[in-house]
């Protein structure tokens, strides 16, 4: 396995952090506090062929492989966590619709997607269906060439922002994904979630009131909804767990830059063992994860399945990117505490991260899953 990004990757790499570091996270705080990631910075990131990153050419997309889409999610997750949530929402619904879609599917909503006309979203959970969703509620009764959509799905990011989504409901061969335009009568969007952080992500509830959607929307097959958004969450992990390796960097750099300033007891506390300790930890987290994400990417980039490394990333992703941020947090004392130091918005949207995209305790199962397959015992959530 070699892991050296080759010519284009680092051009590509370079130019992201560039962007990243100019457009976006100079705008970070005031995407938290404003609570909106402006519709001119998605435009910006639009142009630059981001919304479309992984997309072919045929649908307008940059076609960036596996690698380079990590460092592209990595750069963002390092400028501002909320935006590149928005992002990874997005990415993740049009990866749904590129893998699982119709020809006709894919010329009529990818484009618009990868230029930025129309935001993705992904509404799987619901209020009484997060971790398990095969115990979804929300029905899809077919009605002539139509399907009527009724029930209420929870924690869609970007919703209310979205012009695209992908529903998943109940038809009576079972689970099954749609693709729901956003003006789709019976379609409406609840208030907006006050979060812990990640604030400059939407999240709301979709209600669907008999929404009425063409059976030419149902993504994939009838009744395999739940393979549609199993198989689109080896890509969300992967996506997430570079977000937070991005975000750890972050937490590290600031952790650094105040070490390196502050003084006590005459000298500066970058030369304190104890501080300095925290700054190795929390740099051999960052580089224990960048490697898990080297490896699914390299796995994706070789057509091989990567399914597991994705969710080991993600897993250590969660933990690395929320252990960084509390350390960052120590380094900085008394100032670590007070909003206008970034590390404190850092170690709120750090917290999201194990239970965004499934949580913590679930992908530890399905670890073990893969662990005990050996050993002939099935395990479950
Ligand atoms: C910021 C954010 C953005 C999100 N965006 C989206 C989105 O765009 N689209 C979308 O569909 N969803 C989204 N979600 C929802 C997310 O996927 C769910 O929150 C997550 O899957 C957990 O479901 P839940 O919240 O219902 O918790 P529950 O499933 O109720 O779990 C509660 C607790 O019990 C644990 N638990 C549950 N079952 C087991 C088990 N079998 N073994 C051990 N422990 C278990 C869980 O790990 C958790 O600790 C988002 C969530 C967040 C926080």
Do not use: C
């Amino acid at each position: 396995m070699d892991f050296t990004l080759n010519e284009e990757q680092q051009m590509f790499g370079q130019m992201f952090g560039d962007f990243m570091a100019k457009e976006v996270a100079p705008r970070a705080e005031a995407i938290d506090a404003e609570g909106e990631t402006p519709s001119e910075l998605l435009e910006q990131a639009a142009m630059q062929g981001f919304l479309g990153a992984i997309l072919p050419e045929d649908y307008m997309g940059a076609a960036l492989d596996m690698t380079s889409y990590t460092l592209l999610a990595e750069a963002w997750g390092r400028a501002d966590l909320s935006s590149a949530t928005v992002f990874h929402a997005h990415m993740m619904t049009a990866m749904a619709i590129l893998a699982h879609g119709t020809e006709d599917q894919k010329a009529t909503y990818l484009e618009a997607m990868a230029m930025g006309e129309k935001l993705g979203a992904f509404a799987l959970t619901e209020p009484a269906a997060g971790s398990d969703p095969a115990g979804m509620l929300t029905e899809a009764k077919p009605d002539g060439s139509d399907y009527l959509l009724n029930g209420v799905k929870s924690w869609v990011t970007n919703a209310g922002r979205a012009g695209t989504y992908v529903v998943f409901a109940r038809a009576p061969e079972g689970v099954t994904g749609f693709i729901v335009d956003a003006d789709t009568p019976g379609l409406k969007v609840g208030g907006r979630e006050k979060t812990l952080g990640l604030r400059g992500a939407e999240i709301r509830a979709l209600y669907l009131d008999h929404a009425r959607v063409p059976a030419a929307n149902v993504l994939g097959k009838v009744g395999h909804g739940l393979r549609v958004a199993l198989s689109t969450m080896d890509f969300a992990h992967l996506s997430l767990a570079a977000l937070t390796l991005g975000g750890a960097e972050q937490a590290l750099d600031l952790g650094v830059q105040f070490a390196s300033e502050r003084k006590q007891f005459g000298v500066l506390i970058a030369k304190k063992q104890a501080i300095q300790n925290y700054l190795a930890d929390a740099k051999l987290k960052i580089e224990a994860l960048r490697h898990l994400i080297e490896h699914a990417s390299w796995l994706a980039v070789q057509g091989k399945p990567y399914s597991f490394e994705a969710t080991m990333a993600k897993l250590y992703g969660g933990q690395a990117i929320y252990e960084t941020a509390n350390t960052m947090i120590q380094v900085h004392g008394g100032y670590g505490y007070i909003v206008d130091y970034p590390i404190s918005r850092l170690y709120r949207d750090a917290r999201a991260m194990s239970i965004i995209g499934g949580s913590a305790e679930i992908q530890r199962v399905l670890v073990a899953r893969h662990v005990l397959a050996e050993a002939g015992i099935e395990v479950k959530p």
